[in-house]
């Protein structure tokens, strides 16, 4: 059996009426990366306030595991195992970097020598070494962010949720943040982030779940996604009329624009199908003036699953 960090049957959560999570199971090895990717309001959040004890699951919730911890019979334990950062900073801008960091040392009953060591040393991980003597309320908002995650690090976690780590940042302060997550996971904490962004999810996660109306819509490693979702094509280009109908001509299968004076043709983007497109253009003398390859990516996922909310079941069953 794989050591799994998170395990979790059928997560349910309504507030009122509206249903929130309706059976989402998730099973994260250890070590591992998950991304729970879903548009705004798909019960992000709500399942990582679950999973870290913030909230209660609704009821016909089955197990739910955290760090080998029964959350229902047992929260005390899963809490000493998780660390959380949310979409809301825990950072207290009028006390130092320093400070909001010994504060954290203190809740962990960490000794005061024990205290200053980790604090210096996440300090100095995190970059924040020579800001540690300033206001937190100065920090640039990636700064804030590195410390909110340094300050989640005192107790030593081995299972981390951070909640939209990088909503927020800059390309530059997101890419550090990247390189701070996957070096946590290379020291064998096990991360389950949430994200809006694909491209996030793309980089990080070795397994993503696509969250979207209260249920998982699909699941697995980016690639494995990108799988799901046909849409890989080659275009071609013309600005010359008659190169463009030699090329619908001589070519197969392919849809054609007579105005843009381009034609599609479904590929897989591989090499072995660029070449076939290419011989059959070079033995029927046709030179297209731009070709360019389009293979599916997460945003095509993305929208294949979330966008057709009026029409129930059908993304479901699209992927399963
Ligand atoms: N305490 C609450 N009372 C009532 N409704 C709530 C409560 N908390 C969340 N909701 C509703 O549950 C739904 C899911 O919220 P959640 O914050 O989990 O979504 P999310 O996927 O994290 O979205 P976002 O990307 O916007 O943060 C939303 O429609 C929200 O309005």
Same mark, same amino acid.
């Given at each position: 059996?794989?050591?799994?960090?998170?395990?979790?049957?059928?997560?349910?959560?309504?507030?009122?009426?509206?249903?929130?999570?309706?059976?989402?199971? =998730?099973? $994260?090895?250890?070590?591992?990366?998950?991304?729970?990717?879903?548009? %705004?309001? /798909?019960?992000?959040?709500?399942?990582?306030?679950?999973?870290?004890? =913030?909230?209660?699951?609704? #009821?016909?919730?089955?197990?739910?595991?955290?760090?080998?911890? !029964?959350?229902?019979?047992?929260?005390?334990?899963?809490?000493?195992?998780?660390?959380?950062?949310?979409?809301?900073?825990?950072?207290?801008?009028?006390?130092?970097?320093?400070? %909001?960091?010994?504060?954290?040392?203190?809740?962990?009953? +960490?000794?005061?020598?024990?205290?200053?060591?980790?604090?210096?040393?996440?300090?100095?991980?995190?970059?924040?070494?020579?800001?540690?003597?300033?206001?937190?309320?100065?920090?640039?908002?990636? @700064?804030?962010?590195? +410390?909110?995650?340094? @300050?989640?690090?005192?107790?030593?976690?081995?299972?981390?949720?951070?909640?939209?780590?990088?909503?927020?940042?800059?390309?530059?302060?997101?890419?550090?943040?990247?390189?701070?997550?996957?070096? *946590?996971?290379?020291?064998?904490?096990?991360?389950?982030?949430?994200?809006?962004?694909?491209?996030?999810?793309?980089?990080?996660?070795?397994?993503?779940?696509?969250? %979207? %109306?209260?249920?998982?819509?699909?699941?697995?490693?980016?690639?494995?996604?990108?799988?799901? $979702? #046909?849409?890989?094509?080659?275009? *071609?280009?013309?600005? &010359?009329?008659?190169?463009?109908?030699?090329?619908?001509?001589? *070519?197969?299968? $392919?849809?054609?624009? !007579?105005?843009?004076?381009?034609?599609?043709? #479904?590929?897989?983007?591989?090499?072995?199908?660029?070449?076939?497109?290419? !011989?059959? *253009?070079?033995?029927?003398?046709?030179? /297209? &003036?731009?070709?360019? $390859?389009?293979?599916? &990516?997460?945003?095509?996922?993305?929208?294949?699953?979330?966008?057709?909310? &009026?029409?129930? !079941?059908? #993304?479901?069953?699209?992927?399963?």
């Amino acid at each position: 059996m794989t050591d799994l960090a998170i395990a979790a049957y059928g997560l349910r959560k309504s507030y009122g009426d509206k249903t929130v999570l309706d059976g989402v199971d =998730l099973a $994260v090895p250890a070590g591992t990366i998950y991304a729970l990717l879903g548009p %705004n309001g /798909a019960g992000k959040t709500t399942a990582v306030k679950i999973l870290s004890t =913030l909230i209660t699951a609704g #009821p016909g919730t089955g197990d739910i595991r955290v760090g080998g911890h !029964d959350l229902a019979t047992d929260p005390q334990a899963v809490r000493a195992a998780i660390g959380v950062t949310g979409q809301f900073s825990a950072v207290d801008g009028l006390i130092t970097g320093e400070e %909001n960091m010994l504060l954290m040392a203190d809740l962990h009953h +960490l000794s005061r020598s024990e205290g200053r060591r980790t604090t210096a040393e996440l300090l100095e991980r995190f970059d924040l070494a020579e800001a540690a003597k300033k206001p937190a309320s100065t920090y640039s908002g990636g @700064m804030k962010r590195r +410390l909110d995650i340094a @300050m989640t690090l005192v107790g030593g976690p081995r299972i981390i949720f951070l909640d939209e780590p990088t909503t927020g940042l800059d390309p530059r302060s997101r890419h550090t943040m990247w390189g701070i997550i996957r070096e *946590l996971v290379s020291d064998g904490v096990t991360v389950l982030l949430t994200t809006q962004y694909l491209e996030e999810a793309d980089e990080l996660a070795d397994r993503i779940g696509v969250l %979207n %109306n209260g249920t998982i819509a699909a699941e697995g490693s980016a690639d494995e996604l990108k799988r799901l $979702v #046909p849409g890989g094509h080659v275009r *071609l280009r013309f600005t &010359d009329p008659a190169a463009y109908r030699s090329a619908v001509s001589a *070519l197969r299968d $392919v849809t054609g624009d !007579d105005e843009a004076l381009s034609l599609q043709i #479904p590929s897989d983007g591989s090499q072995r199908a660029l070449r076939s497109v290419l !011989d059959r *253009l070079d033995s029927a003398g046709i030179e /297209a &003036d731009e070709l360019t $390859v389009h293979t599916p &990516d997460l945003d095509d996922v993305f929208f294949a699953l979330t966008s057709s909310a &009026d029409i129930p !079941d059908q #993304p479901k069953e699209a992927v399963r």
